[in-house]
Each structure stands twice: as C-alpha cells, then as structure tokens.
C-alpha cells in the first residue's frame, strides 16, 4: 500500500464524515475521494477510537445504532494505527503552541512518527505548524 495518498484524521473528522455532516471542509471531501480512489487511505490512531466511545456516551455522536456497531465500522473503514513508545515521545515533545490534550498529542505525534498529514479542523493544531495539516 503507497502511503503518498493515506491521511490521519483527527477524531471530530471522523464523526463528522460518519454522519454527513456540513463541516467537512471541499478540501476534506477532495482528501477523502482521492485517499479512497488512490494507493493509500483513511487512517486513524487507535486513540480515537477511544475518543469516539466517549463521544458516543456524552451523545455527541448522533447515529442510530449501538457503540460497538459504530466502533466495528470505524474499525473496518480506517486503518488503525498503534500507539508506539516512538509516538509516545514525540507527543511529549510536540511544542508549547500544540493543544495540551492528550488525545491531540497522541495523533498529532503519529502523524509525525507515520511521516502522515493531519485531516483536522481544530485551528490551534493548524496553527501550531507543528504537524503537516489539511483542512
């Protein structure tokens, strides 16, 4: 698999392409369709899914069926990538600029660590530099 056309997505890009949502930027919608056609595809951290459990149990996530059908399709529509100690130390040296949270270190750093661009919406992370992003 040519990783050239695979991109990480950041959690709320993942909800939001799960339930059509509006905020899905054109330049996310065009990422997705050529990650889809292309050698690559859609990846996220294995952070994220817990994130979205929690999402799902705060109903922040409104789609008719159950956590484990939501988290089983996810499983079968991304790539999932381990967290590593690699990833791990890199989010502990992400600069000041990038979002304390840990779930944002954690991606952020496996886009630095998989050499991947980050599909957020968040602007604090897009305006730290600090990851390759899209949006």
């Keep these: 698999m040519g990783r050239s056309l695979l991109i990480l997505f ?17 330049k996310a919608k065009v990422a ?5 056609r292309g050698d690559g595809g859609l990846a996220i951290s294995d952070f994220t899914l817990y994130e ?12 008719s069926i159950s956590l484990e ?10 790539i999932v ?5 690699r ?4 989010a502990l040296s992400l600069p000041i600029a990038y979002p304390k949270d840990p779930g944002d270190r954690i991606i952020g750093a ?24 899209l949006w």
């Design 69 to 78: 059908s939501f988290l089983s399709e996810v499983e079968n529509r991304f």
């Design 81 to 85: 990538l381990p967290i590593t100690a």
């Design 87 to 90: 990833i791990c130390v890199s």
């Design 110 to 133: 496996t886009a630095l660590v998989e050499g991947l661009t980050l599909l957020t919406a968040d602007a604090q992370i897009r305006n730290s530099r600090a990851v390759p992003t």
């Design 52 to 63: 979205l459990s929690t999402m799902f149990r705060k109903k922040q996530v409104g789609l």
């Design 32 to 36: 997705i369709d050529e990650a889809r």
């Design 10 to 26: 950041d959690t709320d890009v993942v909800v939001w392409l799960a339930s059509d949502d509006v905020r899905l930027s054109k």
